[in-house]
């Protein structure tokens, strides 16, 4: 096996705007570079990454191999580590026989290297080493384009900020373009010396692992995190508190948070015995693997291996903190030591683990903050939340298995979640931030959420108004027909003749 530890070439699939990268510090690039354009066909039979996984190291740390170049014929077989059909396509082992073809005449041992992919990188690897073309579209954007999406950029902090408009406008690069932007505004490139192309491949990455075919849990979700997380870091209280490493985890543990969801939940993943709840002993099974496969990035990218390992493995431990602080079973847990540093008066921001707990409700605020969001967007986040769950429902009864509450479409309705949602999860939430952070986009977030909450009532009402509109309907025919049967029996009595034979219309006359 002959490793070369050269330049990678990042795996983009479509190019991102030029002028995100240019006039960035002392250095620019040009999506015109083979660095950003079209994969090179001839690098298309290397493999980009592999990882190396022990299933019996419960931590899961991930370790990276780059560009491992392969000389023989190489396969997939599946690795069954789920009993569940629907879910064993999630991770495959790559079987691969090295050494036969050595330059130096030496025939090497058979070895086999085990590569851990994500769900989404599977997907595009599979196709690619099994010889099946895979389709490049050519994107392409117009100057106007990222003109407006600078423009959109500039006005960042606002809580009206379109991120569905702001994906069109950026290709559907949204995450990277924002992050990155956001990391930059902060000066956080230059003061933690992050290597900028380490840094790019870092992001793209990342946005690579979402699931675009996820309806919510996607790279745009992931970006609309990361916008909430900076609004409220700027906020005043954090904004004169948070260090420069506060918030470089807070960004990017908004960007990672949801890295590599499989658009099931945990009791899913759970009730089929999938590999990654045993792995995780049923615990924070999503968080966790958010958190590891970041992790993985991170150390595959290189992008904190500038910093002492200490510092590094730190920043790691912490990135899992504020993951794993988005769990929503753990809801009541962090809200009530929440509300008792709130009801104490105790709550200090200079001290480092305060600030840490802070940054962690902020994250959960963040997570769950459609339904704080104007009705034009929250809206279209309730209807595709909903759409995951119901597709999940859908799954779960083609395998015969049990529906997960909220998932069965025929028995739930996007406005009963979303009320139900509002009244036991958001709203204590945001009522204690509130109390913590007495600001104007406090009031203004628990003001749309009063609204978008008797917005869904009176949709829920015109739904009911209209079933019962059409259940009268519906009897009154039942009634009718029901008449004319006793008019034609009453008819056959008297006069011997089949009321077949006689015409309604001749009988009502």
Same mark, same amino acid.
């Given at each position: 096996m002959e490793v070369c530890y050269q330049l990678p070439v990042l795996p983009l699939d479509r190019p991102v705007p030029k002028h995100v990268l240019s006039r960035r510090g002392a250095i620019s690039f040009s999506s015109s570079s083979s660095l950003f354009g079209a994969p090179d066909p001839r690098q298309l039979s290397q493999r980009r990454g592999a990882i190396s996984y022990d299933s019996s190291d419960q931590t899961a740390l991930y370790i990276r191999m780059l560009d491992v170049r392969v000389r023989s014929q190489v396969g997939f077989e599946p690795e069954r580590r789920s009993s569940?059909?629907?879910?064993?396509?999630?991770?495959? %082992?790559?079987? %691969?026989?090295?050494?036969?073809?050595?330059? $130096?005449?030496?025939?090497?041992? #058979?070895?086999?290297?085990h590569r851990l992919l994500s769900f989404q990188r599977y997907l595009h690897s599979s196709r690619l080493l099994r010889g099946v073309p895979q389709q490049i579209p050519l994107h392409i954007l117009d100057e106007d384009y990222t003109g407006q999406a600078r423009c959109m950029l500039e006005k960042v902090g606002n809580w009206n900020f379109d991120i569905f408009l702001f994906d069109r406008l950026t290709n559907g690069n949204s995450l990277i373009t924002l992050t990155f932007h956001l990391l930059n505004q902060y000066g956080l490139v230059e003061l933690f010396q992050l290597d900028m192309v380490k840094l790019w491949r870092f992001l793209v990455m990342v /946005? #690579?692992?979402?699931? $675009?075919?996820?309806?919510? !849990?996607? =790279? @745009?979700? =992931? =970006?609309? @995190?990361?916008?909430? +997380?900076?609004?409220? +870091?700027?906020? &005043?209280?954090? =904004?004169? *508190?948070?260090?420069s490493c506060d918030i470089l985890?807070?960004?990017?543990?908004?960007?990672? !948070?949801?890295?590599?969801? &499989?658009?099931?939940?945990?009791?899913?993943?759970?009730?089929?015995d999938h590999y990654l709840a045993t792995l995780y002993r049923n615990t924070s099974v999503l968080e966790n693997h958010h958190w590891k496969s970041a992790v993985g990035l991170l150390r595959e990218t290189g992008l904190f291996s500038h910093l002492p390992a200490e510092d590094s493995l730190n920043m790691e431990r912490e990135l899992g903190s504020?993951?794993?602080?988005?769990?929503?079973?753990?809801?009541?847990?962090?809200? $009530?030591?929440?509300?008792?540093?709130?009801?104490? #008066?105790?709550?200090?921001?200079?001290?480092?683990?305060?600030?840490?707990?802070?940054?962690? +409700?902020?994250?959960?605020c963040a997570d769950i903050c459609n339904p704080c969001r104007p009705w034009e967007l929250s809206k279209q986040w309730s209807e595709k939340?909903?759409?995951?769950?119901? /597709? /999940?429902?859908?799954? #779960?009864?083609?395998?015969?298995?049990? @529906? *997960?509450?909220?998932c069965d479409r025929e028995a739930n309705t996007v406005g009963n979640i979303q009320i139900g949602f509002m009244t036991y999860v958001a709203e204590p939430l945001f009522a204690e931030w509130a109390r913590f952070s007495d600001t104007r986009l406090s009031q203004t977030m628990l003001g749309h959420m009063g609204l978008n909450k008797a917005s869904w009532g009176g949709l829920q009402q015109e739904q009911t108004s209209v079933s019962e509109e059409a259940e009268p309907s519906t009897a009154g025919a039942e009634a009718e027909d029901d008449a004319a049967r006793t008019d034609g029996n009453t008819a056959t009595t008297a006069g011997g003749t089949s009321s077949k034979e006689i015409p309604q219309g001749s009988r009502k006359s």
């Open positions: 569940h059909p629907y879910l064993c396509i999630d991770f495959r %082992t790559l079987h %691969t026989r090295l050494g036969r073809g050595s330059t $130096s005449g030496s025939s090497a041992p #058979e070895r086999r290297v /946005q #690579e692992d979402y699931h $675009s075919d996820n309806p919510y !849990h996607n =790279a @745009v979700h =992931a =970006a609309d @995190v990361t916008q909430a +997380m900076y609004c409220y +870091m700027r906020e &005043p209280l954090l =904004a004169k *508190s948070l260090t985890l807070g960004l990017l543990a908004a960007a990672t !948070h949801d890295l590599d969801h &499989p658009g099931v939940n945990q009791p899913f993943l759970i009730k089929t504020l993951i794993l602080a988005t769990d929503i079973s753990r809801q009541n847990e962090y809200l $009530s030591r929440f509300r008792l540093h709130l009801d104490q #008066e105790n709550m200090c921001m200079s001290n480092a683990s305060h600030r840490h707990f802070i940054l962690q +409700m902020a994250l959960k939340v909903t759409e995951e769950f119901f /597709q /999940q429902g859908e799954i #779960e009864k083609k395998h015969k298995l049990e @529906v *997960s509450p909220l």
